[in-house]
């Protein structure tokens, strides 16, 4: 068990290309992690060897989060082995194309189900916890800046981002002022392996500062809202002005 005044962060999907720069960034900076993965175990491990390395009562366990039970198997692990949650950070996300209107169920589902309902269902079960301590705490959900973009060929995965930051609303107007619930927006700041062959300038060509974001960028912003004792309620947009047009 983590020492007691050791500050606990609890990430989803902490083994993704992005959620394990923030739950290795978090590590270097005094938190104790624990964090899931769903299909990796391999990756998993890897990242969890470098989070040791510095905070070394860290953990993780395997949580597909559009299972409900799977979550609920991840907190009592959680509460099992540490006995307060400073930062929960929901950053498990699913994301694929869907070309209406053959949309299937199954996409739906499996876009929903881990990008909304598995949030949802997250932020619930840590708010649970943490509106119990004596202290103030933080939830900070990963979202997309495509809530605000219409991207015709992504309608389930934009619809469950856009409701998402409905929920960040939510949950910060019931549990404060005990939780300050927020949530980061971020653009493009990870290249995925099927964008290799496109020019970086047409990546970027719609992104004001003539750049890709990158992983620290978001670091930066959660750093932000981990410290901030006055912000609730609200969605910072990690975008290079990529909105602007």
């Known amino acids: 068990m983590a020492a007691p005044d050791k500050k606990v962060c609890f990430i989803t999907g902490g083994s993704g290309r992005l959620g394990s720069e923030l739950a290795v960034s978090l ?5 104790t992690i624990f964090f899931t993965y769903n299909r990796s175990r391999e990756k998993a491990e890897q990242v969890l060897d ?3 390395a510095v905070a070394p009562d860290s953990s993780m366990t395997r949580c597909d989060t559009s299972r409900v039970s799977d979550i609920e198997d991840a907190f009592r692990l959680f509460s099992g082995r540490y006995n307060r949650l400073d930062l929960l950070i929901p950053s498990a996300s699913c994301f694929f194309g869907t070309s209406l209107p053959d949309v299937t169920e199954k996409e739906w589902e499996e876009l929903v189900g881990t990008n909304l309902k598995g949030t949802f269902f997250t932020m619930q079960s840590g708010a649970g916890i943490m509106k119990e301590q004596p202290f103030v705490s933080r939830i900070v959900a990963i979202t997309d800046i495509a809530a605000n973009l219409v991207w015709k060929g992504y309608a389930p995965y934009t619809a469950s981002k856009a409701a998402v930051e409905h929920l960040i609303r939510v949950f910060a107007k019931v549990f404060a002022p005990r939780v300050l619930v927020n949530a980061i927006a971020p653009g493009t700041v990870t290249k995925l392996p099927e964008w290799d062959d496109i020019p970086e300038e047409e990546l970027t060509e719609n992104i004001l500062l003539q750049r890709l974001g990158r992983a620290e960028d978001v670091v930066k912003a959660l750093l ?16 290079g002005g990529r909105l602007l047009n």
Not at 27 to 31: D, E, F, I, P, R
Not at 224 to 236: E, K, N, R, W
């Open 27 to 31: 590590a270097h900076h005094g938190y």
């Open 224 to 239: 932000f809202l981990a410290d901030s004792d006055y912000i609730t309620g609200q969605v910072i947009n990690i975008e």
């Open 50 to 52: 470098k989070i040791c």
